[in-house]
Structure formats: structure tokens, C-alpha cells
């Protein structure tokens, strides 16, 4: 406590002395502690002020303040209800209840105090910019954006506005102007890391990546111990076009280092019974519990799981759900939300379910809860699904995957040891509406389509090399690119100007996006997947729609996840080992029309008979491999 502080705390014990009664004196005892960050004193001499008189609503209002920064959110909860009931129109009273609401994820109550802050307080710009985060959490994007606007209309600088209107933006694929108000906000702002990472996150978006890399490392370096900004750094350099495995898993054994390693001192011993005979508790962890592309592997998998061998938990960090929400929910026996607990918290509410095998849906996406599995609060950890690459984390032990997609000899790129299923590693279930398998449309053209759905990330120099020679080889064909990231018009022209350099005109290009794709896919005689990173759920809703695609056998796991789909389908003739195969398969297709013809009309009955959409027998062949890891776990006890 400074000198200042210190005396007028002494003048004013003084005169409590004198006055014991004088409330006056107690809450501006409190003040000075809180200020201090005592918050244990700042209470009690609250409290004593609220029995000297207990209809002042700031004192009820500063007490709560103090008893969130005391983790008593419940009080807290009373002491802001109470501060309102004795005075209505106590508009910061209103903020604050709000911000208690939104970390409880209580969003209706939250938006319902924010929106009379604003009525009672005019000019409240932070309500108004708490109230976007609102809006925009329960997908009311445009809403969201109008707050962000007005709190920015009152004050031009306000940092945060400026950054929540750009993940507004980038959540509507406005790229361009979430860029513009991210570098608003380094303006006023120039040393806020998370901007940087958010800025270097919406770059990527454009396909920008050593830029985003840029933007990345230097986020790193004004805040070190970010592990949200260093999982961006990781999801980004999966995408790299230039770097090879080891550069990248170098960053992934920093990771561990910094947000791993540390942690191990914490562990604590398992008493989970060591028999691995019993029906098992397996826990999933995901923020992607609704309507996202993991759900046509994942779905399949919870629906076909057998309830005599596996009970099945679901640790759902999510604030909103929707219909696949309740599809999810029939599936498992528990549902836990985890929004607004923290990873020691959540940790030991696994200990404490028993959880034998815990499996991590996410890895560096956002949402993650890598800081809880740091904990290892299961016997056994897994990774798997939605990010496609090691976690990182030494505290996790397996990675399920299979001999396609991580090769014998990869073992040092991942962190956990690679548990390899008989090729696929996946299962598919399609989407509702997706129609049927159309004619080839060379017959019609006179001309080959190619085609991906791809993001911009993963698009690069060496793709736009590879692609540009396929078109020249194969005289008057076409390319389509669609994908989100190609709404903005200027995206369009970049990436038409890339193609340029290599003689391929715009005329031969359409580039845009369409939802749903499925009437873009019936234009497809061939697909392009895109390396190094290969593409994804839409690799198989390509193969789904009758139409073969090319892929190259590129790094461990995220490159070679179309060797997956493909040795699955029972097509491995469609994997090159090098650009110069790639060039010359697709070639070679694209000069047969009577083989793309055969190809398009039994592609899908192809796929249905194929393991890849075995849902039954893929159910039946992940808990045998949840029995041999906890097995494994067992024998290792005694």
C-alpha cells in the first residue's frame, strides 16, 4: 500500500473509532483495500458498512465487485440483484450482472442486463460492445455488428470494439474488413498480442500465410504465455507450403514445453479400477457438439456404440446448441457442459466421473480444453479427429489414425504414440439433401471441369503450379475454386492474378462460393485435392457426388489424409508420390470420358459398400482399440 493509501486508511480507522457507526467510513475503507487488492479486507469493512446500512445500493455493488474478484460469484449474483432491486436504473450495476451472466453463459439473462444498461446510461459504449459479444455468441451476427458500430460511433478508440467487430466480420467472411479493424485497433493499441494473433488468424483466412506467421510470432513475443495464441501459431504452420515435418513439430515440442511439461508435477495417481474385462467409461471432449463437419465421422461412431461395453460421456464446451445438439445428447448416457470451468476444475471432474479413456475432439482448434488434458486427469488420453495432427502434448498418450495416413517411420512427428486402425481411421455418414449422382458433365461441355471446395489456406504456390500445368496439358478445361473464403470479390481477383503468372487466364477460372455446394459439385468431372494439406470432409463429399480426385502423399496425417480416403474407397491408383504423378494422373483421367463416365455412375455405390461407410463395423473396431489401450494400461499397474 503506497504512503498516501496508508494514511488515509489510518485517518479513516481514526474516525470509524470515533464514529463506529458512520457507514460512510467503512465503504470507503473498502474502496481503498480493493484498490489495494485486498479484497479480503475490502469485504469485511463492506459487510460492516452494509450492517451499519443496508439500503445502499454502491455499497452492495462494490461488495459484489469484491467477491467476484474473491471467485464468490454466487454472493456476487445477490449482492448486484440486491444494488438493483434498491436502485433500478443503476445502469453499471446492470454491466456488471451482465458480465456475470455471460461467464456463466447464461446469454438471455446477460443480453437482458446489457440492453437496460444501455436504456438507463447513455453513451455506454462498453455495454454496447458487451452486448455485440452477446448477439453475436447466439449467431446474430448483423446485430452483432451493429452494437460493435455503435459503441464505436461514441468512442472511435475503444480498443476492444474494434476487435470484436472484426471476429464479427471474419465470421461472416468479410475478411478484408476484419483485417481493417484489427489494424484499427493496433493503432490505439499497438502491443496487444491477442490483436495480433486475431489479426495473423484473419490473414490466414485470405491464404496469406507467411504474413499470418508474421503476425503470429510477434503475438508470441509480447505474450509468451498464451497458449490460445501459440495454438494459432500451430494450426497455421499444419498449412505451410515450404516448411517439412520436422521444422513443424519442433514448434509443437515448444508447445508441450511451455504448456505441458510444467504441469506433470500435478499429476495425480489413478485409481480407476485396473480391469479392463468391465464396461469402460470413455469421455468425449468437444466444443463441436451441434451442426459442424466433424459430426459426419463422429455421429456415426456414438450412434453405433455398444452400451454394454462403453459408457460414454460427453464434455461439451459449448455455449449455444441446436438439433445435432439433441441427436448428441440421445447418444450418450452423461452430458456435461463445461463453459466457464476451468481446466483444474473440469480436470477433476473427470477424476471424479471415473473417466478410464479420454479423447480429445479439438486439438489447436478453437475451444480447446489442451490446458485441462495438460492435467491428465484420465488413466488414458487420446487425440483424435478434428484437427488432423499431434497435439503436441506428451501428456496425451495416443493418436488414432492408420497406416495411410501416418506411415511406419513417422512415429517422431507426433506426440503420442500413433495408434494405427486398419486403413480407413474414419467413417462417413453423408449429408441430408445432397442429391444425386449426375451425368458427367464433359459429355455435355465438350470440355473437363476440374474442381476443389476448399478454404484459401490451402492454396499455395506450389498447388497453383501443379493445377496450371494440369490445365495446359489438358487443352480448353476449366477450374473451379468455391469455397467461403472466396465471398469477397477482391479474394477472387488475387487469386485469379496468382494463376496469371503461370499463363492461366481468368476466362478458365470460376472462382466463388455457393451453399449448399452440391449443384457446384455436379459441374466436376475431377477434383484437385490440394497438398501440403489436404482437404477434408469434402474430399469424400466429392467422391460421394461420383467424382475421382487426385491427391499427393505429403506429410504425415494432414497431408495424407486423402491416401486415407482413397486406399478406403479402394482407389489408391489416385495417389501420387510427386507433383510431376499428380500432373500426370490427372492428365491421364481427364483424357478417358468413357472411364470418368464408369467412375461417375458407380463411384457411390463404391463408397457404400467400402469400410468408409461401415458404420457398425468402424464402431466395432475403435472399442476394440479402446479395449487394448486400456488394457495396456492395466498390465502396466501390476
Known amino acids: ?61 462494490a461488495l459484489a465487485n469484491t467477491l467476484i474478484e474473491l471467485d464468490d460469484v454466487e454472493n456476487a449474483e445477490k449482492h448486484y440483484i440486491t444494488a438493483l432491486e434498491l436502485k433500478h436504473d443503476f445502469a453499471e450495476a446492470r454491466f456488471n450482472l451482465g458480465h456475470l451472466y455471460q461467464r456463466q453463459n447464461r446469454l438471455t439473462e446477460s ?71 484489427y489494424r484499427a485497433a493496433l493503432k490505439t493499441h499497438p502491443g496487444y498480442a491477442l490483436c495480433h494473433s486475431n489479426l495473423g488468424s484473419v490473414l490466414k483466412e485470405q491464404g496469406k500465410i507467411d504474413e499470418a506467421e508474421e503476425q503470429l510470432r510477434y503475438a508470441l513475443k509480447l505474450s509468451p504465455d498464451s497458449r490460445e495464441i501459440h495454438s494459432n501459431l500451430l494450426f497455421l504452420l499444419n498449412y505451410h507450403p515450404d516448411k517439412n515435418g520436422e521444422e513443424i513439430f519442433t514448434e509443437y515440442q515448444r508447445f ?47 450412434a453405433h456404440h455398444d452400451k454394454n461395453k462403453v459408457e460414454i460421456f460427453a464434455y461439451a464446451e459449448m455455449t449455444n446448441e441446436d438439433s445435432v445438439s439433441e441427436r448428441y445428447r440421445s447418444y450418450v448416457d452423461h452430458w456435461i ?42 488413466p488414458v488420453s487420446m487425440h483424435w479427429l478434428d484437427f488432423g495432427y499431434t497435439t503436441g502434448l506428451s501428456a496425451i498418450d495416443y493418436y488414432l489414425t492408420d497406416h495411410a495416413t501416418a506411415p511406419e517411420g513417422s512415429e517422431k512427428l507426433f506426440s503420442e504414440t500413433p495408434w494405427r486402425l486398419k486403413t480407413p481411421s474414419i467413417v462417413y455418414r453423408p449429408a441430408e439433401g445432397m442429391g444425386d449422382v449426375s451425368p458427367l458433365p464433359a459429355d455435355q461441355r465438350g470440355y473437363i471441369t476440374f474442381g476443389m471446395l476448399t478454404r484459401a489456406v490451402r492454396i499455395n504456390h506450389r498447388t497453383i503450379s501443379v493445377w496450371s500445368e494440369i490445365l495446359k496439358q489438358v487443352k480448353g478445361s476449366r477450374l473451379v475454386i468455391d469455397s467461403n473464403n472466396f465471398r469477397d470479390a477482391t479474394m477472387h481477383e488475387e487469386m485469379a492474378a496468382m494463376f496469371l503468372t503461370h499463363g492461366i487466364g481468368p476466362e478458365r477460372l470460376q472462382i466463388g462460393f455457393h451453399t ?33 480426385f487426385i491427391t499427393l502423399a505429403d506429410r504425415p496425417s494432414v497431408g495424407r489424409l486423402g491416401c486415407s480416403i482413397l486406399e478406403g474407397v479402394g482407389h489408391p491408383e489416385w495417389i501420387a508420390g510427386t507433383e510431376e504423378e499428380y500432373i500426370e494422373t490427372a492428365v491421364t483421367l481427364a483424357t478417358d470420358l468413357d472411364k470418368l463416365g464408369r467412375l461417375r455412375s458407380g463411384l457411390r455405390q463404391e463408397m457404400e459398400s467400402s469400410p468408409l461407410m461401415d458404420e457398425p463395423a468402424y464402431a466395432e473396431k475403435v472399442e476394440k482399440a479402446y479395449k487394448k489401450m486400456f488394457q495396456k494400461w492395466c498390465e502396466e499397474q501390476q
Open 1 to 61: 500500500m503506497q504512503n498516501k493509501s496508508a494514511e488515509a486508511v489510518s485517518i479513516l480507522q481514526n474516525a470509524l473509532k470515533i464514529s463506529p457507526d458512520d457507514r460512510e467510513i467503512s465503504h470507503n475503507l473498502g474502496d481503498i483495500f480493493h484498490a489495494d487488492k485486498q479484497f479480503i479486507t475490502a469485504r469485511d469493512y463492506y459487510l460492516l458498512s452494509l450492517t451499519q446500512n443496508p439500503h445502499i445500493a454502491e455499497t452492495h455493488f
Open 111 to 181: 443480453q437482458h442486463q446489457y440492453q437496460k444498461a444501455i436504456e438507463f446510461k447513455a453513451g455506454f459504449f462498453k455495454a454496447y460492445s458487451n452486448l455485440g459479444i452477446i448477439l453475436q455468441l447466439q449467431g446474430n451476427l448483423k446485430e452483432a455488428e451493429s452494437c460493435y458500430k455503435n459503441a464505436l460511433q461514441i468512442n472511435p478508440d475503444f480498443t476492444d470494439s474494434h476487435i470484436n467487430l472484426g471476429a464479427c466480420l471474419k465470421d461472416q467472411g468479410r475478411y478484408r474488413e476484419a483485417e481493417k479493424s
Open 256 to 302: 508441450n514445453s511451455r504448456f505441458g511439461v510444467p504441469h506433470h508435477r500435478e499429476w495425480q495417481p489413478h485409481t480407476n479400477s485396473p480391469q479392463y474385462q468391465r464396461r469402460l467409461k470413455i469421455g468425449y471432449v468437444s466444443p463441436q457438439f451441434k451442426l459442424h463437419s466433424i459430426r459426419h465421422f463422429f455421429e456415426p461412431l456414438l
Open 337 to 378: 457442459t463445461t463453459v466457464g470451468m476451468s481446466d483444474a476444475a473440469l480436470a477433476s471432474k473427470i477424476r471424479k466421473d471415473k473417466i478410464d479413456i479420454l479423447i480429445d475432439l479439438a486439438g489447436h482448434t478453437a475451444h480447446n480444453r489442451l490446458g485441462m488434458f495438460a492435467l491428465k486427469p484420465a
Open 516 to 548: 449448399p455446394p452440391w449443384d457446384i459439385l455436379r459441374g466436376f468431372d475431377i477434383s484437385l485435392d490440394c497438398f501440403p494439406h489436404n482437404s477434408g470432409t469434402t474430399l469424400l463429399e466429392i467422391l460421394y457426388m461420383g467424382i475421382p
